[in-house]
């Protein structure tokens, strides 16, 4: 049972996810360099912070967070820009649109953007590898180091509640990350890339050899709350991607 102020918060939550989404819709192409995304964390004033996970470091930006945050709202992005063609990597796959920071400017919760590990300008940083931002982007190595990082920050927030809020790529780690964080208490994804295996083999791209599939992980339990938004014109992630893990997860409960 949710309490009056919980139930607000989701409310709000989500009437400002919806109007992100619509605004994603009609999004035109991307910039060629992540000069948008940094523009963007100078133009909301986000203060800029470095953290060190068990192997990788990462950056996250914040705005004005204190100790004593009853529920922390985590933003985690897109897979950016992993491939320049399907014969090279990019150097930098830092995201070229900053839609999560903006969608996170908007957010009056305590709120924070965790970057991954190898981006925003980690990519030439020992141990970092072209595979952590290709095959391996949701490998265990980028999981649970991106997990260590919000342990963290919990830690350093005192943080009692957790809602994980994933785009694309951000999606999947949203899932991969909830069962193991206990302070989890909603997941939100948006266009979420919730099944690896049935994208990868719809464009005909490489499988994502070492990542971890969410639609193939144990479902997330009871008590997270799951808000997934897709559009139905979605060509990239159709919403036939998401019902499959969403089916998954409601035939467990319900057998």
Known sequence: MLSNEQSRDTRALLTLLCIT?????????TP???EAFYRATKQFKLEKH?????????????????????????????????????MTFAEDPTPRNPLVLELMNQDDSPALFLGRPCYQGFYDTPPC???????GRYSPEVVNNMRDAILQLVKKYNVKNLTLIGFSGGGALAT??????????????????????????????SPLNGSLNPVEQAPLKKH?????????????????????????QYKVENP
């Open 21 to 29: 989404f619509m605004q994603l819709l009609v999004t035109a192409c």
């Open 32 to 34: 060629p360099s992540p």
């Open 50 to 86: 470095q953290i060190k996970g068990h192997t990788f470091p990462m950056i996250y930006y914040t705005r004005g967070l204190q100790p004593g945050i009853d529920n922390l709202h985590v933003y985690l992005g897109g897979d950016g820009l992993p491939w320049l063609d399907i």
């Open 129 to 135: 590898d072209y595979y952590y931002w290709t095959a």
């Open 176 to 205: 991969l990350l909830a069962n193991d964080l206990h302070q989890t208490t909603t997941v939100v994804t948006i266009a979420g890339l919730l099944d690896t295996t049935a994208w990868t083999e719809l464009h005909n791209y």
């Open 224 to 248: 997270i709350r799951q808000i997934h938004l897709t559009g139905n014109r979605d060509e990239n992630i159709p919403a036939s991607i998401i019902r499959d893990f969403l089916d998954k």
